[in-house]
């Protein structure tokens, strides 16, 4: 159970007010004035986008004013709920992850255990939440069971589950997420020959490190601005992390100085396996990311060209680490759910204008056998056809 802990005494009564009416991790505080007299207040649940309130006191006086929905369009449509679920690893640690049903409606399963998609959050040392999240909403509508892993390194279960992470990228942290898949397929959540893996950031290396260096599991994969190759990853950083360095060494459990670092650092990159993945993939990268640089997602394209994979690569021009923009995201979403329609058997929405008109690079590979496949040349898209 999270606790709070008031920095200021003046606002502990106040939060006390709030978490009667709205309850305990159903709000946020988005700003509070300077003499605490107006909050702006954030209302959200894992079926709400999210509602903005403002709180005004005036001497004993309190009241709670409804300003807004941030997302009004969802306000009349149903959304699948999250469930909080343990998750067994094989070594006996238990991972809080949450699960997601989709509508009767959306389901396509007839009868049989639905097909399923695993997202790995990023950081790694960060957390999924009992929350509203577009994609995985978009997921569920389209008929998938989602389950989101807190594998160990994740925040918010005390140091010794985060500390367990460290020097464990490619090892026990994608030990659990593969654990998630088992527990889902044996409490038949999922069909086991219908699963993808996805994520953004650490969550997109799991992805390609799980269609990498376990080829079988998953049926596809979306890995959005993903290190695949950790050594030219740390080598460069941006200038103003050098002197958090120290950290990303324990993190890792390597480092960049040494011989032995480069090699165990190479050892676990997805790159060094590109050959290996057998699998339909979607890769995503903004140019403009500076924490993981598409030099070595640029070589990644390359060895799956040579290797005769089935992969997208879209590249966003405007965009930096992970993509943001509204428009690119609904391009991105276009395309994620035609890769999940054409692998797992899902439904999905044509593609229609989604794509036109962005200043986004789209690759698909292999190419007709009319034309020649070799090296990865960027084409800019500013009008795409369908797909």
Known sequence: MSEAVYVHDKIAEDYSYLLDIF????FSIVSISYDYDRWLISVFSDVNAGMLYL?????QRRSVIFLEAINAALLNHPLALKWAVQVPTRDGLIQLCYLIIPLA?????????????IVVHGGPHSRDYLEYSSEEQLLASRGYVVLQCNFRG???FGKEFLAAGFGEWGGQMQDDVNDVFSWAVENGFIDPAKVAIMGASYGGYATLYALAYTPDKYQCGVAQCAPSDLVEMLQSLPREW?????NFKVRFGASVETVEGKEFLWSISPLRQASNIRKPVLIAHGLRDDRVPTKATDAMAEALVKSGANFT?????????CVAGRKNMLAYFAMIEQLFARCLNGSSEPVGKSLDDLDITLEQYPLPK??????VTMMVMSKAGSF
């Open 23 to 26: 309850g305990s991790g159903k």
């Open 55 to 59: 709180y005004v006191k005036s001497g």
């Open 105 to 117: 409606s959306n389901a396509t399963d007839n009868g049989h255990p639905p097909p399923g998609v």
């Open 154 to 156: 994740s925040t918010g």
């Open 242 to 246: 050098n002197l958090d360095y120290g």
């Open 313 to 321: 690569y879209m590249v966003f021009p405007n965009e930096g680490h």
């Open 370 to 375: 009319t034309k020649k496949r070799g090296r």
